[in-house]
């Protein structure tokens, strides 16, 4: 069964503090992965899609990678701001197929 | 463009109740998915469609569930009877056939069954 593991299911950190979250997937067959954002009560935001030809992508002071063989995928936030609190999911899929989504890290960043 | 449209965003209903939910993808785009999202189980996709064809219903939970895709610019997800274990944020999302295959969410529909 495919799975996306995303750790820690949590994280608290002052404001500028530079962290990476954490995807881990099963299948290393994979199409595209991608990193959203959700809001409380929102719906799901696209940050980042990297093909699987890529090996990361950039957005502002956000960056993913992605690295197949070891089916792993991180989302590295720069000089984080209150703004960023919020829950990011990654996902992937195979081509043609849906995207099998993590439980998401939940990202509280204190002023 | 609007983007994904759902509707309606809130629904509480009792238990054996009808619930119809309603989407409308952004134009031009070829997939349309629904999800469903829970504290325990987080994101599950219930079906996808490609061109207004259900390709995979697998996550569908139970008969009591059912979806069509009338046209390329509607979808709904019917459950009847509803149960309280129903309750959930339903998702809608859209996406292209090709290019990054990004995928494109709606603001959820909420639903509650008492």
């Known amino acids: 069964k495919q799975e996306v593991t995303q750790i820690p299911a949590a994280l608290s950190v002052p404001e500028g503090e530079n962290l990476v979250l954490n995807c881990s997937f099963t299948?290393?067959?994979?199409?595209?992965l991608q990193w959203f954002r959700q809001d409380p009560g929102k719906g799901l935001t696209s940050l980042l899609l990297?093909?699987?030809?890529?090996r990361e992508q950039t957005s502002g002071r956000l960056n993913a990678s992605l690295d197949k063989s070891s089916g792993r995928s991180t989302l590295y936030i720069a000089a984080s701001q209150p703004g960023d609190s919020a829950t990011y999911l990654c996902a992937f899929n195979q081509a043609g197929t849906a995207l099998i989504f993590g439980k998401g890290t939940t990202l509280s960043v204190s002023s | 463009d609007a983007g994904v449209i759902q509707s309606p965003r809130h629904e509480v209903t009792e238990m054996g109740q009808e619930v119809t939910l309603r989407c409308k993808p952004i134009?031009?785009?070829?997939?349309l998915f629904w999800y469903r999202q829970t504290m325990m189980r987080g994101l599950e996709l219930l079906i996808y469609f490609n061109n207004n064809v259900p390709i995979d219903d697998s996550g569908m939970p139970e008969d009591r569930f059912s979806a069509k895709m009338p046209n390329a610019s509607f979808s709904t997800l019917k459950i009847q009877p509803s149960e309280p274990r129903d309750s959930a944020v339903y998702f809608c999302?859209?996406?292209?056939?090709?290019?990054?295959?990004?995928?494109?969410f709606g603001e959820g529909s909420r639903l509650t069954v008492l």
């Open positions: 999302a859209s996406r292209l056939a090709g290019g990054f295959g990004e995928l494109f």
């Open positions: 299948d290393s067959a994979i199409y595209n």
């Open positions: 990297i093909q699987s030809s890529q």
């Open positions: 134009s031009g785009h070829d997939y």
